[in-house]
T-cell receptor, first 112, second 109 residues
Framework: DGGITQSPKYLFRKEGQNVTLSCEQN?????MYWYRQDPGQGLRLIYY???????QKGDIAEGYSVSREKKESFPLTVTSAQKNPTAFYLC???????????FGEGSRLTVL | KQEVTQIPAALSVPEGENLVLNCSFT??????LQWFRQDPGKGLTSLLL?????REQTSGRLNASLDKSSGRSTLYIAASQPGDSATYLC????????FGTGTRLTVIP
């Protein structure tokens, strides 16, 4: 199946633990993004990558880290430094960095 | 900084009614505008993409218009159905994607 796969769909972690959310795509899209969605707020950009081995901070990068070792994969690590990590996380791709985004199904992280 | 606003935040209509969702943005220097649909607990599904040079796009019962000079876009849904119930988000691309907070639509059977 072609598309964007995010895993896990639901994740529960204790405070102070790092967690990594997976985002894999087989669309051969160059650009990949991570967004955070909270109730009543618009999507906020965490990190984005336009090419392998390169990524840029978005508006709310503090407490998060990413890597882009392969074109297909853009994992997001939520570190213990993130003050309020409970949220819905969305990964997206863009075939040519033109703003036409395609989204995965999301991962809901709950920190207990 | 670009700000995107969607009003109303929530809307309920009876089945069969035609309806309009609104999106406004503060900076007219955009490359495109995209309308998305989001079902509860799911990702975003792209509905329509309007390039800055275009005035409207249509897909089935959906029609989106763009007026860059006034900073507005509308999404028109004809003959609404209960399956149209979802949150609709608009986003403008200006070297980055700026999202509105969405309009939650409920179509009552």
């Amino acid at each position: 199946d072609g598309g964007i796969t995010q895993s896990p769909k639901y994740l529960f972690r204790k405070e102070g633990q790092n967690v990594t959310l997976s985002c894999e795509q087989n669309l051969n899209h160059d650009a990949m993004y991570w967004y955070r969605q909270d109730p009543g707020q618009g999507l906020r950009l965490i990190y984005y990558s336009q090419i392998v081995n390169d990524f840029q901070k978005g508006d709310i990068a503090e407490g998060y880290s990413v890597s882009r070792e392969k074109k297909e994969s853009f994992p997001l690590t939520v570190t213990s430094a993130q003050k309020n990590p409970t949220a819905f996380y969305l990964c997206a791709t863009d075939p040519a960095d033109t703003g036409e985004l395609f989204f995965g199904e999301g991962s809901r992280l709950t920190v207990l | 900084k670009q700000e995107v606003t969607q009003i109303p935040a929530a809307l309920s209509v009876p089945e069969g009614e035609n309806l309009v969702l609104n999106c406004s943005f503060t900076d007219s220097a955009i490359y495109n505008l995209q309308w998305f649909r989001q079902d509860p607990g799911k990702g975003l599904t792209s509905l329509l993409l309007i390039q800055s040079s275009q005035r409207e796009q249509t897909s089935g019962r959906l029609n989106a218009s763009l007026d860059k000079s006034s900073g507005r876009s509308t999404l028109y849904i004809a003959a609404s159905q209960p399956g149209d119930s979802a949150t609709y988000l608009c986003a403008v691309w200006a070297n980055n994607l700026f999202f509105g907070t969405g309009t939650r639509l409920t179509v009552i059977p």
